[in-house]
Nanobody, 124 residues
Framework: QVQLVESGGGLVQAGGSLRLSCAAS????????MAWFRQAPGKEREFVAT????????YYADSVKGRFTISRDGAENAVYLQMNDLKPEDTAVYYC?????????????????WGQGTQVTVSS
């Protein structure tokens, strides 16, 4: 049974930092691209960042580029999202996702497995 478990969310002031973690189990981690999506209240889920399985190439939404960094650790079967210079508009539930294959999709429909989400709230 595949499980993706996020942690690290919380309440932070604008300009602060948080590091999200996602622990994966029940899958061959090296065969999956990993990504973070987020969903704010009343809005659709949106792409944040993704990292390829083979060469570790990363892609980011324009809204987080230069502030967020995605990384993965094959030994720990984990993916991380370092979030710096947080803004109130970053407030959302953040989801970890896994997609089979060698690409790094930015569309949620390509992802096979999802975590339950972790809340990030940025106060102004």
């Amino acid at each position: 049974q595949v499980q993706l478990v996020e942690s690290g969310g919380g309440l932070v002031q604008a300009g602060g930092s948080l590091r999200l973690s996602c622990a994966a189990s029940g899958l061959t981690f090296s065969r999956f691209a990993m990504a973070w999506f987020r969903q704010a209240p009343g809005k659709e889920r949106e792409f944040v960042a993704t990292i390829r399985r083979n060469d570790g190439s990363t892609y980011y939404a324009d809204s987080v580029k230069g502030r967020f960094t995605i990384s993965r650790d094959g030994a720990e079967n984990a993916v991380y999202l370092q979030m710096n210079d947080l803004k109130p508009e970053d407030t959302a539930v953040y989801y970890c996702a896994a997609a089979r294959g060698i690409g790094a999709p930015v569309t949620s429909s390509f992802y096979n497995y999802w975590g339950q989400g972790t809340q990030v709230t940025v106060s102004s």
